[in-house]
């Protein structure tokens, strides 16, 4: 069983960063596709950013060029830089991994990223 947990999250002031890391474990190959979600109080989850094993990235527009997504596949590991943060990107950030062949999709448990005015 894969399991995804994720550390980094916190509370910064508007402008700052922060940086999150989610490692897999279990998984006895390296996932297709990793990245992270949000959920901010009564929204919606959306996608922040997704990395591909290759290293092919996708960003929501509201963070392109504030968040970096990386990975390390010998770790199973992917990182999302924040940078310049606001208030609106105070939410519950989660991450996510799974297979193309579609034999696995797995979900962290979630971290909170608060930004203060």
């Known amino acids: 069983q894969v399991q995804l947990v994720e550390s980094g999250g916190g509370l910064v002031q508007a402008g700052g960063s922060l940086r999150l890391s989610c490692a897999a474990s279990?998984?006895?190959?390296?996932?297709?596709?990793m990245g992270w979600y949000r959920q901010a109080p009564g929204k919606q989850r959306e996608l922040v950013a997704g990395?591909?094993?290759?290293?092919?990235?996708r960003y929501a527009d509201s963070v392109k060029g504030r968040f970096t997504i990386s990975r390390d596949n010998a770790k199973n590991t992917v990182y999302l830089q924040m940078n310049s943060l606001n208030v609106e990107d105070t939410a519950v950030y989660y991450c996510?991994?799974?297979?193309?062949?579609?034999?696995?999709?797995?979900w962290g448990q979630g971290t909170q990223v608060t930004v203060s005015s």
């Open positions: 279990g998984s006895i190959r390296s996932l297709d596709g």
């Open positions: 996510y991994g799974g297979y193309t062949d579609g034999s696995g999709n797995y």
């Open positions: 990395i591909s094993r290759g290293g092919s990235t």
